[in-house]
């Protein structure tokens, strides 16, 4: 676990992690929510909304947002105040992928950093657009 | 579930519904994403970051928009497009929250509603407010 310090943390700076989606990452996703909407579960209906198979919870994906701050940047000393997600591929499950922030921005005043957030999977398209605000908290 | 049409859906219309977060929620929510981060799970780490107790990951409450979408608003046939979320309070562990969404724009080009989200703790406090793009997928 990184333990960047707010003066430690430069424009540019970049961290990044690969992860696979398994099946009992979206059951345990499943269970703790209770969205038990049929798309992450039934590939039948899944395909009648013209899926090959079942999506995986576009909210899944956003949760790595949760271990890029706090695990990555800055890491032990994050607080996240702000996120903001865009979906513009669908994820499924098997799919591994590569969870990816750069710093664009520093308030010094709060002690804050912005992020750019870019989620990619195996075959390199661009499954999640973010942007975090993250409190470095020391 | 609710199985909501986009023409049943109306500016105005609210949904909303209440979880408590449990430890099992928070561990699974780690093992999920592997943030790691002992702001949730070290009682004396937490305590030097200025709080009596461990809080909950603020991408867990997060992921709650997750069922507001696919189970409430519009249900079945919802797909995601964008969220925003801005962490107002910390969530704790064994806090009761309602989760609530309120429809604040409809796109009739591309059958998207936007929703307005506010999440409150068993004390009444808003702890995250956020906006949702969630397409009607018929």
Excluded: W
Excluded at 25 to 50: C, M, Q, V, W, Y
Excluded at 54 to 71: I, P, Q, R
Excluded at 87 to 113: A, C, H, Q
């Amino acid at each position: 676990m990184n333990t960047y310090t707010f003066d430690e943390i430069n424009i540019g700076h970049k961290e990044d992690f690969t992860v696979t989606v398994t099946e009992a990452d979206r059951d345990r996703f499943r269970e703790i929510t209770g969205d038990i909407n049929p798309l992450h579960n039934d590939p039948k209906f899944a395909k009648s909304k013209g899926h090959d198979k079942c999506v995986a919870f576009g909210m899944l994906s956003a949760s790595y947002l949760s271990t890029l701050a706090g695990v990555y940047l800055p890491g032990k000393n994050s607080l996240i105040q702000k996120t903001e997600v865009n979906f513009r591929k669908p994820v499924y499950v098997g799919d591994t992928l590569t969870i990816s922030g750069e710093v664009t921005d520093k308030s010094e005043t709060f002690n804050v950093i912005e992020v750019k957030v870019l989620i990619t999977n195996q075959d390199g398209v661009k499954v999640v657009k973010g942007k975090m605000e993250i409190a470095v908290v020391e």
